[in-house]
C-alpha cells in the first residue's frame, strides 16, 4: 500500500470512529422522557425528610417571596461563584432597574489547586478584597463617625457551592465543586467563616445578612427586572418561574409551596404561614443529578473524567456532562484516546511526546470549543489558528473536521441534557398549565447559556422533543438574567 493509500485508509477509519463516538453522546426523545421523569422522582424525593443521601438535594433557601421590581436600597454583595470572586454595592431603585458599582477578581490559582490551603486562606483573601473594594469604590464607609464608629453595612454572600442552607444567613459547606478542593471547609458554617475574616481585616460593620446561591441570585433578579409582566398588547401574563445556570457548573431553583417540602420543620412551616407565605424558593443543585448513573447517558470518557480528573469523584455527575468545566475536558479525553488508537495526531508517536497542553486536564476551555462550533470554512481555518493558539497543536483538515464533529455532539449533549431540569420543573409545578395561555419565564445566566453558539437554540430543540411537546416549548421564555449573583444577593440582604 501507498503511503498516501495508507492516509486515506486512516482518514476513513478515523471518521468512521468518531461517527460511533458521536453516536454515543446522541440523546433522544425517549432518554429526554425518562430522564424527565426520573428528575421528578428525584425532586420529590429530596424534598422529604429523613436520608439527605435520597434524591436531589433540594435545599431550602428560607427565601419566600418573589421580588417585584419596586425594592429599594444599597446594599453590599460578595460573590464567590465558578472562577470569580466579586465585591459588589448595589442600588436598587425601585423601578425595575438597579446601579453597580463591583470589583472582580479571578481566583488565584493556589488558593483552587495548592495542597495546605485553608478556609482562612479562602476567606481571608475575600476579606482583602472587599476591603480593596471599599477603599477604591466606597472611601467614605471607612471613615469613623464622631463616635468613632463605623457606618453598619448589610451584606449579602452569593456562595454558589452546595450548602446545608439552615437559615438565611447560615449554612455549611456539604462540598466544594468546579474546582476548590479545601478541606477545612466543609462541614463549617461558611457565613461563621468569612465574618470572621472580616473582623480580622477591621470590616465588622459588615453583617452579612443572607447567604445566597447564584441560581436564587438569578432569579431572584430576574423577578425584579422583570416583575410578572403582562406581555405588551396581548394581555398574557408571562411568569418568572425557575432561576438557572450553565456556565462553569449548572444548577437551578424555583418556588415549591411550603406544604411539598416535607423536610423543613412543621413549626417554620406553620409560622412561615401565618405570615401568609405559602412557597419558598428551592436550590434543587441539579448538578447532582443522578449521581447513582441509573439513567444519565455515559460514554467512557464520561467515567474518566469523574474518577481520574475531578476534584470530586461520585459527585455532581449531570453537571459533569452539562456545564462549561467539562465541556472541554471531554473534547480532551477522546483526543488523547484517538491518539492513542493511531487514530490522529500521529505526528507524536507515543503519549509523551504529545504537547503538554494536550495532557493537561481542564486545559481545553469551552471558548475553543464555541470557535470550533461555528466555523464554517472551508479549510476550517478558525479550528486550525484555534488548536495552535491553545494546544500548540497543528491538525490536518480530516482531523479538524473529526474535531468538529466532536465538538457539535459534545454540547449538543450538554443542551440536550439542560432540557431535562427544565422540563422536570414546569411538569411537577404545572407551571405551563396555570393559565390559559399562560407563559413562563426562566431567568438564565452562565457564560454557556449567554455565550456558546446555538446552545440555547439546542435547548428550545431538546424541550420541544421533551414531554413538554412543541406546545409547551412554545410558552417558553428563556431570559439572559445577568449580575443575578450581586443583584439576588442584595436583594436577599434587604428582605433580611
Ligand atoms: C454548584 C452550585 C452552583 C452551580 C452554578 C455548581 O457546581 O454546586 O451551587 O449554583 O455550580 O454555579
Same mark, same amino acid.
Not at 494546544?391 to 454540547?411: D, G, H, M, S
Given at each position: 500500500?501507498?503511503?498516501?493509500?495508507?492516509?486515506?485508509?486512516?482518514?476513513?477509519?478515523?471518521?468512521?470512529?468518531?461517527?460511533?463516538?458521536?453516536?454515543?453522546?446522541?440523546?433522544?426523545?425517549?432518554?429526554?422522557?425518562?430522564?424527565?421523569?426520573?428528575?421528578?422522582?428525584?425532586?420529590?424525593?429530596?424534598?422529604?425528610?429523613?436520608?439527605?443521601?435520597?434524591?436531589?438535594?433540594?435545599?431550602?433557601?428560607?427565601?419566600?417571596?418573589?421580588?417585584?421590581?419596586?425594592?429599594?436600597?444599597?446594599?453590599?454583595?460578595?460573590?464567590?461563584?465558578?472562577?470569580?470572586?466579586?465585591?459588589?454595592?448595589?442600588?436598587?431603585?425601585?423601578?425595575?432597574?438597579?446601579?453597580?458599582?463591583?470589583?472582580?477578581?479571578?481566583?488565584?490559582?493556589?488558593?483552587?489547586?495548592?495542597?495546605?490551603?485553608?478556609?482562612?486562606?479562602?476567606?481571608?483573601?475575600?476579606?482583602?478584597?472587599?476591603?480593596?473594594?471599599?477603599?477604591?469604590?466606597?472611601?467614605?464607609?471607612?471613615?469613623?463617625?464622631?463616635?468613632?464608629?463605623?457606618?453598619?453595612?448589610?451584606?449579602?454572600?452569593?456562595?454558589?457551592?452546595?450548602?446545608?442552607?439552615?437559615?438565611?444567613?447560615?449554612?455549611?459547606?456539604?462540598?466544594?465543586?468546579?474546582?476548590?478542593?479545601?478541606?477545612?471547609?466543609?462541614?463549617?458554617?461558611?457565613?461563621?467563616?468569612?465574618?470572621?475574616?472580616?473582623?480580622?481585616?477591621?470590616?465588622?460593620?459588615?453583617? *452579612?445578612?443572607?447567604?445566597?446561591?447564584?441560581?436564587?441570585?438569578?432569579?431572584?433578579?430576574?423577578?425584579?427586572?422583570?416583575?410578572?409582566?403582562?406581555?405588551?398588547?396581548?394581555?398574557?401574563?408571562?411568569?418568572?418561574?425557575?432561576?438557572?445556570?450553565?456556565?462553569?457548573?449548572?444548577?437551578?431553583?424555583?418556588?415549591?409551596?411550603?406544604?411539598?417540602?416535607?423536610?423543613?420543620?412543621?413549626?417554620?412551616?406553620?409560622?412561615?404561614?401565618?405570615?401568609?407565605?405559602?412557597?419558598?424558593?428551592?436550590?434543587?443543585?441539579?448538578?447532582?443529578?443522578?449521581?447513582?448513573?441509573?439513567?444519565?447517558?455515559?460514554?467512557?470518557?464520561?467515567?474518566?473524567?469523574?474518577?481520574?480528573?475531578?476534584?470530586?469523584?461520585?459527585?455532581?455527575?449531570?453537571?459533569?456532562?452539562?456545564?462549561?468545566?467539562?465541556?472541554?475536558?471531554?473534547?480532551?479525553?477522546?483526543?488523547?484516546?484517538?491518539?492513542?488508537?493511531?487514530?490522529?495526531?500521529?505526528?507524536?508517536?507515543?503519549?509523551?511526546?504529545?504537547?503538554?497542553?494536550?495532557?493537561?486536564?481542564?486545559?481545553?476551555?469551552?471558548?475553543?470549543?464555541?470557535?470550533?462550533?461555528?466555523?464554517?470554512?472551508?479549510?476550517?481555518?478558525?479550528?486550525?489558528?484555534?488548536?495552535?493558539?491553545?494546544?500548540?497543536?497543528?491538525?490536518?483538515?480530516? #482531523?479538524?473536521?473529526? *474535531?468538529?464533529?466532536?465538538?457539535?455532539?459534545?454540547?449538543?449533549?450538554?443542551?440536550?441534557?439542560?432540557?431535562?431540569?427544565?422540563?422536570? *420543573?414546569?411538569?411537577?409545578?404545572?407551571?405551563?398549565?396555570?393559565?390559559?395561555?399562560? #407563559?413562563?419565564?426562566?431567568?438564565?445566566?452562565?457564560?454557556?447559556?449567554?455565550?456558546?453558539?446555538?446552545?440555547?437554540?439546542?435547548?428550545?430543540?431538546?424541550?420541544?422533543?421533551?414531554?413538554?411537546?412543541? #406546545?409547551?416549548?412554545?410558552? *417558553?421564555?428563556?431570559?439572559?438574567?445577568?449580575?443575578?449573583?450581586?443583584?439576588?444577593?442584595?436583594?436577599?440582604?434587604?428582605?433580611?
Amino acid at each position: 500500500m501507498s503511503f498516501s493509500e495508507l492516509h486515506k485508509e486512516t482518514e476513513t477509519q478515523l471518521l468512521s470512529e468518531v461517527d460511533k463516538i458521536c453516536e454515543g453522546f446522541v440523546v433522544g426523545p425517549e432518554k429526554l422522557a425518562e430522564l424527565t421523569s426520573y428528575f421528578i422522582e428525584q425532586m420529590e424525593a429530596g424534598l422529604k425528610a429523613g436520608d439527605s443521601e435520597l434524591g436531589l438535594p433540594m435545599i431550602p433557601s428560607y427565601v419566600t417571596g418573589k421580588p417585584d421590581g419596586t425594592e429599594q436600597g444599597v446594599l453590599l454583595a460578595a460573590d464567590l461563584g465558578g472562577s470569580n470572586f466579586r465585591v459588589c454595592s448595589v442600588t436598587l431603585n425601585g423601578d425595575h432597574t438597579f446601579k453597580m458599582e463591583q470589583l472582580k477578581t479571578r481566583i488565584p490559582q493556589e488558593l483552587l489547586e495548592e495542597q495546605g490551603v485553608t478556609s482562612d486562606d479562602l476567606f481571608g483573601y475575600l476579606a482583602r478584597r472587599t476591603k480593596a473594594f471599599l477603599t477604591r469604590n466606597h472611601p467614605e464607609l471607612l471613615r469613623p463617625d464622631s463616635n468613632g464608629a463605623l457606618q453598619p453595612l448589610k451584606m449579602g454572600f452569593t456562595f454558589s457551592y452546595p450548602i446545608a442552607q439552615t437559615s438565611l444567613n447560615s449554612g455549611t459547606l456539604i462540598r466544594w465543586t468546579k474546582g476548590f478542593s479545601i478541606k477545612d471547609t466543609v462541614g463549617k458554617d461558611v457565613v461563621e467563616l468569612f465574618q470572621e475574616q472580616l473582623k480580622n481585616y477591621g470590616l465588622d460593620m459588615i453583617n *452579612i445578612v443572607a447567604l445566597t446561591n447564584d441560581t436564587i441570585g438569578t432569579f431572584l433578579t430576574h423577578c425584579y427586572t422583570s416583575g410578572t409582566a403582562l406581555q405588551a398588547g396581548s394581555g398574557e401574563i408571562s411568569e418568572p418561574v425557575i432561576g438557572c445556570i450553565f456556565g462553569t457548573g449548572t444548577n437551578g431553583c424555583y418556588m415549591e409551596k411550603l406544604d411539598n417540602i416535607e423536610k423543613l420543620p412543621a413549626k417554620l412551616k406553620a409560622s412561615l404561614k401565618k405570615e401568609g407565605k405559602d412557597e419558598m424558593c428551592i436550590n434543587t443543585e441539579w448538578g447532582s443529578f443522578d449521581n447513582e448513573l441509573k439513567h444519565l447517558p455515559t460514554t467512557c470518557y464520561d467515567t474518566d473524567i469523574d474518577q481520574k480528573f475531578s476534584p470530586n469523584p461520585g459527585f455532581h455527575l449531570f453537571e459533569k456532562r452539562v456545564s462549561g468545566m467539562y465541556l472541554g475536558e471531554i473534547l480532551r479525553n477522546v483526543l488523547v484516546d484517538l491518539h492513542s488508537r493511531k487514530l490522529l495526531l500521529q505526528q507524536y508517536r507515543t503519549h509523551d511526546q504529545l504537547p503538554h497542553r494536550l495532557k493537561t486536564p481542564f486545559e481545553l476551555s469551552s471558548e475553543v470549543l464555541a470557535r470550533i462550533e461555528i466555523d464554517d470554512s472551508t479549510t476550517l481555518r478558525e479550528i486550525e489558528l484555534s488548536f495552535l493558539q491553545s494546544l500548540r497543536l497543528p491538525t490536518t483538515y480530516p #482531523e479538524r473536521k473529526a *474535531i468538529q464533529a466532536l465538538v457539535r455532539a459534545i454540547t449538543r449533549r450538554s443542551a440536550y441534557l439542560a432540557s431535562v431540569p427544565i422540563a422536570a *420543573i414546569l411538569k411537577k409545578t404545572g407551571a405551563l398549565e396555570k393559565r390559559y395561555h399562560g #407563559e413562563v419565564e426562566i431567568g438564565c445566566d452562565g457564560s454557556v447559556v449567554e455565550y456558546y453558539p446555538g446552545f440555547r437554540s439546542m435547548l428550545r430543540h431538546a424541550l420541544a422533543l421533551s414531554p413538554l411537546g412543541p #406546545e409547551g416549548e412554545r410558552k *417558553i421564555h428563556l431570559r439572559i438574567s445577568k449580575d443575578g449573583s450581586g443583584v439576588g444577593a442584595a436583594l436577599c440582604a434587604l428582605v433580611a
